[in-house]
């Protein structure tokens, strides 16, 4: 069993930053890939970027490239996640994710992980 908890969610204006962690706790040995989503109100929850847990590659969806920033400690088993130049848009709730059943390179579908965070608010007011 792998835990999850995402924090640093809140309110911010457009252009604003935000960093969001997510801190992993349990059997985090067996992570091999870790992953945000994030759903907006009446939408489909969207990928958004995902980090190979040891060999750090990543990837990111094209709406937040050169924005948003994926990274990991692993001695602290936390994911993060900075939001530079925020827009309204990308107002939603974030969740993390982690893959432990077996390795795949940069995951980016939400069945292709095992356990998920509660979520963490990001409103962006314009």
């Known amino acids: 069993q792998v835990q999850l908890v995402e924090s640093g969610g809140g309110l911010v204006q457009a252009g604003g930053s935000l960093r969001l962690s997510c801190a992993a706790s349990g059997r985090t040995f067996s992570i091999y890939n870790m992953g945000w989503f994030r759903q907006a109100p009446g939408k489909e929850r969207e990928f958004v970027a995902t980090i190979n847990w040891y060999g750090g590659s990543t990837y990111y969806v094209d709406s937040v490239k050169g924005r948003f920033t994926i990274s990991r400690d692993n001695a602290k088993n936390t994911l993060y996640l900075q939001m530079n130049s925020l827009k309204p848009e990308d107002t939603a709730v974030y969740y993390c994710?982690?893959?432990?059943?077996?390795?795949?390179?940069?995951?980016?579908?939400?069945?292709?992980?095992?356990?998920w965070g509660q979520g963490t608010q990001v409103t962006v007011s314009s």
């Open positions: 994710a982690a893959r432990v059943r077996d390795y795949v390179n940069l995951p980016v579908r939400q069945y292709e992980y095992d356990y």
